[in-house]
């Protein structure tokens, strides 16, 4: 089977390059793009065998926000650890971020924020523990335990052809727009359970379809807007069918400006089966994430901040976990090219049979953007944690570091850095430390094909939150995923992808290796 895959997906690689080739103009001219529009981050369907596990704990920093660039990677399913809803592995894993250009402060709740991703052939690129995204201003930058932040299907093409194809000036432009999604794919997983002996493999076929309804200043996202979309992923398994799946996940987004005060409303939910690295097994988690931002631009250097925000995780047979938190921050351009501002963060921690966990966060901001294509963001501090029934308290630093560069027109590099301290969501009495990076290129060529590459990694080092749950587990998780997409026209586009995950643990029985390719037909109207 992985045979015809791999010969299949040659056989289209060369049909997509002929193509290309015979399109290709004799004179090869430089691929212009007008600014993109900035949509909404939209998790894409979420793959079948990757799960991510439930609501995050606390987490440091967050990542600026990366709207307006459309570094879109293929939802991954297998670098995060933890039962991954949307995608399979989930611990602390953080899929590249988009680190927006524009500056705005982004809010950093503790864990680790993405955007679900919602597509089993798409799965995003890290599995659950402490995994960092940059969402939009105001949205917390981590999600639920091991959630991808990778976009909902359809989405990816959706950003990446969007500044190509719309030339209009920015007031002639429509103020409300209905975007239909519709994609489908088709994945081989060797080991869809990620075991450690005896796997079972099996192809998986989806289909994500949906729609985003969006009103008001939505590109720019400065004014008032509304934002609400829905997506929902059937999941086949051609062997396994008691595993087949219907996955969704729906979002809205709410912003209302008052002169200098800015209120925004984000509110997400999803609900997502799949293979879950923590455990080793595929799990069905559902989540609920809310937050209330409070913006004030005191004036055009400084603006505070103060953010609201609940997650709640329940994964079937295993943990629910939710958390609390409050957030408030200041921004202030100190130079032309740099912006900085202190942050802290006071939170709860409830998770099933567990002690309540009290945490607080003291953080320093600094995002400097020295050329126009060049961007820094880092968010660092120590974190502070309590158990309740304990006097002890439990101090770590942690961070998120973000850098996006697009050198030319077609090219984007993005790099994220993170530490974050993880409540598990399928662990008993466990907590873990998630510290790890991801590295993902993108370069448009022919003026029709997208190459993506993604490297990521991530150690897990485990520790009990009672005396009666002592473990000394230590997790170390690798991923390579590269991926081609061909545009035939702005609204139908293909790609193929493959990758390779592994896990090694200090516990032999939840180290495995896992390799997948699929592929995947992207629609847009």
Known sequence: MITRLVLSAGLLIAVLVAIALAQAPLETAPLETAPLETTPIMPPAAPPPAQEGPAPSPTPARLPDQQTRPLAPVPDQGTVRGAEP??????????????????????????????PDIDTAREPTTLRPGQPTALPYGQPTTLPYGQPTTLPPGQEMLLLEEGQVTGLPEESRRRWRIIPLLSGGVVYDDNIFLSNQNPVADVIWTLSFGGIYELGDFRNQTENYLSAQWIGNPAIYTKNSEQ????????LTLQYRFNRLVLRLDSSFSHVKGANREVNTITTTTEFRNSLLFRYDYSAKTSFDLTLSQDTSLTEDFQNNSRYEGSAGMNYLIMPKTRLGPRGALGVLTSTDDPIQFYQQALARVEYTPLAKLTFTLEAGLQFLEFEGSDEVKIDPVYSLGVQYDPFPGTALVFVGYRNVVSSTTLEGQDFTATGFELRVQQRFL?????????????????????????DRVDNYLFVRPSLTYAFVDWFSASIFLEFRQNTSTQETNGFDNNRAGIDILTRF
């Open 86 to 115: 949307l995608n399979p592995l989930l611990p602390g894993a953080t899929p590249a971020p988009d680190i927006g250009t524009t500056g705005e402060p982004t809010e950093p709740p503790p864990g680790p924020t993405r955007a």
């Open 244 to 251: 087949n799946a219907f996955n969704q996940y729906a979002a």
């Open 447 to 471: 003026q029709k094909f997208t190459a993506t590459v993604g490297v990521g990694y991530e150690n897990d080092s485990y520790f009990g939150t009672t005396a009666e749950t002592p473990t």
